[in-house]
């Protein structure tokens, strides 16, 4: 794994978390390969990146393997913040005064949300 093509296309294969199924789950092709590593290690969750695969042209990566190529000190994209580990205000777009009881529409009826 000296030299690594991160311009090259990649593909990323993803197993299930539910061990009751078999088979691959889902899977995505990149352009770039430093675009699909960022993929599986910012965006999948910690389960997903244990089981998913990289394959670009003949070659194979594993999760860790993975992960070990978006550490690497030639890796050209910036690295940013797991989406599994940002900090998230609390969505407060929904909330709703309940003080005078449940929404009704104009029937007086409640309203379905």
Not at 15 to 27: E, F, K, L
Not at 32 to 60: N, S
Not at 62 to 73: T, W
Not at 90 to 108: A, E
Request: glycine content about 6%; hydrophobic content about 35%; cysteine-free.
């Amino acid at each position: 794994m000296d030299t690594f093509d991160f311009a090259a296309q990649a593909e990323i294969f993803t197993r299930r978390v539910n061990r009751s199924r078999r088979g691959p789950a889902g899977y995505k092709r990149f352009e770039r390969a430093a675009d699909a590593i960022r993929f599986a290690v910012e965006e999948l969750p910690a389960q997903a990146l244990a089981g998913a695969f990289l394959e670009t042209g003949e070659e194979r990566f594993n999760g860790q393997e993975i992960q070990r190529l978006y550490k690497r000190p030639d890796y050209p994209l910036e690295r940013r913040e797991r989406a599994a580990d940002r900090v998230h205000p609390p969505n407060t777009t929904h909330l709703v005064d309940i003080s005078s009881g449940p929404p009704q529409t104009k029937s007086g009826r409640w309203a379905r949300s």
